[in-house]
C-alpha cells in the first residue's frame, strides 16, 4: 500500500530555515513524482513544489521560488523541503503526495497523501 509520511514541522521564527521529509513506502521514486501542497487555517490547499526523480525536473509555486528547494534521495526513498527566509505566511499544515509527473501544482493531479506536518512562523 502506497503510504507517505511528512516529518519535520515546527514552530519558527521569520527568517529561519526548516526542512521537511516525505517518506515514501511501497514504491520507488522512479514511479512517483512527489509533491508538497500546504494548507493554512480558512484558506484552499496551495501548490508549493514538486520533485521528480525519473528525469530530475522540479517546478516550484512562485511565492516560494528562491527560497524553498525540493529534492529527492532515491536511496532513502525520501523526499526534502529545504525552507529558507521563513515568513509569517508560510504557516500552514504542509503535505506530500504522488503524481505521475511534475506538471502543473493542482491537487487534483495526485494521489497517497500524508496525513501532514504543521509548519508556524511567527515571532
Known amino acids: 500500500q502506497v503510504q507517505l509520511v511528512e516529518l519535520g514541522g515546527e514552530l519558527m521564527q521569520p527568517g529561519g530555515s526548516l526542512k521537511l521529509t516525505c517518506a515514501a513506502s511501497a514504491f520507488t521514486l522512479d514511479v512517483y513524482a512527489i509533491g508538497w501542497f500546504r494548507q493554512a487555517p480558512g484558506k484552499e490547499r496551495e501548490g508549493v513544489a514538486c520533485?521528480?526523480?525519473?528525469?530530475?525536473?522540479?517546478s516550484y509555486a512562485d511565492s516560494v521560488k528562491g527560497r524553498f528547494t525540493i529534492s529527492g534521495d532515491n536511496a532513502k526513498n525520501t523526499v526534502y523541503l529545504q525552507m529558507n527566509n521563513l515568513k509569517p505566511e508560510d504557516t500552514a499544515v504542509y503535505y506530500c503526495?504522488?503524481?505521475?509527473?511534475?506538471?502543473?501544482?493542482?491537487?487534483?493531479?495526485?494521489?497517497?497523501w500524508g496525513q501532514g506536518t504543521q509548519v508556524t512562523v511567527s515571532s
Open positions: 520533485f521528480s526523480s525519473s528525469d530530475g525536473s522540479t
Open positions: 503526495a504522488t503524481t505521475f509527473r511534475c506538471g502543473g501544482l493542482v491537487d487534483y493531479l495526485y494521489d497517497n
